[in-house]
């Protein structure tokens, strides 16, 4: 049911070049040769049906080729890689979209592994760390074959295996991946159905703006309609008049639009990490939904002016009794409303997205993060033993820890049973080796039993510690020296179990994305190191602190590039998505409400201006200044109230649904509400009020004149 299957596995190379540079490529892929067939990368040089076929071949990007040979021929030219091996370049293919699913600079040959890792590296059929691509017959139904996967490893693994395969669609995997280990690049359809429903009610509150306006200053109009009326002019011709300006209103925001989207684009880019591009002339669907918003928006924010404007009567227009009308009235306040509402609404929305980033930023997570620097491990437990004892040397570094993977992104998992487990008891069980210092390099706590001890690794035994949920999870209320029974896992690729010899208090091994669940912390043996080691230092002179690693690091393994990253912006790292997200919401909601704030503008402007006279003659029956500014700024002010109220229920609804997509989440204050509402009642006070006090601070003599 395939027609095309290929291995693509993540890895990095420490490339040392023909003139003796060193760097590190982190951007490769070991795949099979069908991987040039099966996905549309052009191949420049070398051939593409033979380029990946040979053990230490390699495939790079003509970015690669440049920074590595310069102007010379790259193909057949050899690269030294991890200081273990060479590697023979032949292929160089062209630089990989920005809008790629896969990113890489260079292309492993995945016959390479068997070479240096032995000839049953992808025979082991407990294994887990290679991802498939295939390319289905499209005669083949997807749900039909991703059944039959379900079952297949018991044909390899034995009837008693729980593990499953199953295929996800590529075009499902950028914004629906929820797998925790997914190395494409991944978005989120949630935010995107929040961006495009604050982007409508931004465009609504806009044209509500039209709306309100063109129809406060319908009677400006009402001579040039009755004069059209009286010389013949039909309805259906004035309506479509008034639409046709009203589309061309909309064409010329449109292009202004288009003008700002493309000066802007390039800071919008690095707000969300993207490299999105305006191009109207190849993307002929984005051409036509710009075109059809354009009508679409035309007639929406058009139609209901141009049916007030069509509606007057000729006799009483040319008598000079023509007035806005209770009904039109009332429309305009109730869209006033309308727009408030969802800028309060917005307000309230973008006050908690934030409060949820700060929280899932900030939330105890059971160990602690601070200024622990993470260093690639060692190949031998001497030389980690060696590194660890001369680091402790510095006053700045206060402990130091190995393991394999960090405290907050631990993501391989294994089936276990336990020691009085029944025939079809079982659960999945995080697993993570660590040493006998990462605990305490970690400050986790230590709640049943003991922590590890150097005298463990020595053990013929394994040893395990569990978190409280792993012992809760299986019923044990002491599980101090009881047996944990599993399969296989990552290094042992052997039948056995281990020894419990503590419990650790439960601390968030994943992102706030995930419920805690149950884990197993694995001493290292003695003949074994970490892949990472956790460094924890002082807040003291840490630009001579990582120096001084580096120095001792290059002392040790002269043939490696040394590199390091802070766990706390590793940790960061985990929560981009719900940042970028968070920064948009805010510029969103914040245009939002400059709008609002230009329509009541425009319309408290028009309003005031027709009540000139009124002012006036209050101004000489002796109200005062402070009177006629709360008499012309009070209708505002309720209607802002009003849009208070129907917002506070509607915003509380929507977050508590949104934050349902958080196991861990922050709770929803009536104090948001409250500032919510009350910022929106100043902006409108503060829009209105300048206007209003003018008005009433002129000269009544000039206001009696004005009519």
Request: aromatic content about 12%.
């Amino acid at each position: 049911g395939f027609e095309g299957i290929t291995k693509v596995i993540p890895n990095n190379l420490s490339i040392t070049t023909p003139d003796n540079r060193k760097f590190i490529e982190n951007d490769v892929f070991a795949v099979d040769n069908a991987f040039l067939d099966m996905f549309t990368f052009p191949l420049l040089k070398g051939d593409s049906s033979t380029a990946l076929i040979e053990p230490f071949s390699l495939v790079i990007t003509e970015s690669l080729a440049k920074r590595i040979f310069g102007g010379k021929e790259p193909i057949g030219q050899v690269i030294r890689a991890d200081n273990q091996f060479d590697l023979t370049i032949t292929g160089v293919i062209e630089d990989v979209s920005d809008n790629s699913h896969l990113r890489f600079n260079a292309l492993l040959s995945v016959s390479t592994y068997p070479s240096l890792y032995g000839k049953d590296v992808f025979t082991r059929w407990r294994d887990n760390w290679v991802p498939l691509y295939v390319l289905l017959d499209p005669k083949q139904s997807f749900l039909e074959t991703n059944k039959k996967l379900l079952t297949f490893l018991k044909k390899y693994q034995g009837e008693t295996s729980r593990n499953e395969l199953y295929l996800r669609p590529l075009n499902r995997i950028h914004l629906y991946a929820d797998v925790n280990w997914e190395f494409a690049v991944v978005g989120s359809i949630n935010n995107i159905y929040i961006f495009t429903a604050i982007s409508i009610f931004v465009l609504i509150i806009a044209c509500i703006n039209f709306m309100n306006l063109a129809t406060a200053r319908s009677a400006d109009r009402a001579r040039e309609v009755g004069m059209r009326k009286v010389v013949g002019a039909h309805r259906s011709s004035l309506i479509r008049q008034f639409l046709g300006e009203s589309f061309l209103t909309v064409l010329f925001a449109m292009v202004l639009a288009i003008l700002l989207a493309i000066l802007l684009l390039p800071e919008f880019n690095q707000i969300v990490s993207r490299q999105l591009s305006i191009n109207l002339l190849n993307n002929w669907p984005f051409t036509l939904g710009l075109l059809f918003l354009t009508a679409f928006v035309g007639i929406f924010a058009g139609f209901y002016p141009a049916a007030i404007l069509s509606s007057f009567r000729p006799v009483q227009v040319l008598k000079g009794k023509v007035s806005s009308g209770a009904r039109n009235i009332l429309m305009r306040k109730i869209l006033v409303v309308f727009q408030f509402s969802i800028s309060i609404g917005m307000i309230i929305g973008t006050t908690i997205i934030l409060q949820q980033n700060n929280f899932l930023l900030n939330t105890d997570l059971g160990y602690n993060t601070e200024q622990i620097l993470i260093v690639p491990g060692s190949e031998s437990p001497e030389k980690a033993e060696s590194f660890r004892t001369e680091l402790l040397k510095n006053p700045n570094i206060q402990e130091v820890g190995m393991n394999d993977y960090m405290p907050h992104s631990s993501s391989n998992w294994c089936t276990v049973a336990w020691e009085g487990a029944g025939p079809e008891e079982y659960m999945k069980m995080n697993v993570n080796y660590i040493d006998e210092h990462f605990i305490p390099t970690y400050q986790m706590s230590v709640v049943k039993g003991r922590p590890f001890t150097s005298s463990m690794r020595s053990w013929e035994d394994n040893a395990v510690i569990l978190n409280e949920t792993a012992a809760r999870q299986i019923g044990w209320d002491n599980p101090i020296g009881k047996r944990i029974v599993y399969n296989v896992d990552y290094r042992s690729r052997a039948v056995g179990g281990a020894t419990v010899v503590g419990v650790v208090k439960d601390f968030h091994f994943l992102s706030l994305h995930h419920t805690i669940g149950p884990i197993m912390m694995r001493l290292l043996s003695k003949n074994v190191s970490g892949q990472n080691y956790s460094v924890k230092i002082s807040t003291q002179n840490i630009p001579r602190t990582i120096a001084f690693i580096k120095n001792e690091f290059s002392k040790l393994y002269p043939d490696r590039i040394f590199s390091h990253r802070f766990l706390d912006e590793d940790f960061q790292q985990l929560y981009l998505e719900e940042k970028k997200a968070g920064r948009v919401i805010l510029y969103l909601a914040i245009l939002a409400i400059l709008i609002a704030s230009m329509g009541i503008m425009g319309l408290s402007s028009y309003t005031i201006q027709q009540r000139t006279k009124e002012v006036g003659i209050r101004r000489v029956v002796g109200a005062s200044v402070t009177n006629i500014t709360i008499h012309l700024t009070k209708d505002f002010l309720k209607m802002v109230l009003l849009a208070n109220i129907l917002a506070w229920p509607a915003g509380y609804f929507a977050m508590q649904e949104w934050l349902k997509n958080f196991p861990y989440r922050t709770g929803i204050s009536w104090l948001v509400f409250v500032l919510a509402g009350l910022g929106a009642v100043l902006i409108a006070f503060g829009t209105v009020v300048y206007q209003a006090v003018h008005a009433a601070r002129a000269n009544p003599v000039e206001s009696l004149r004005y009519e």
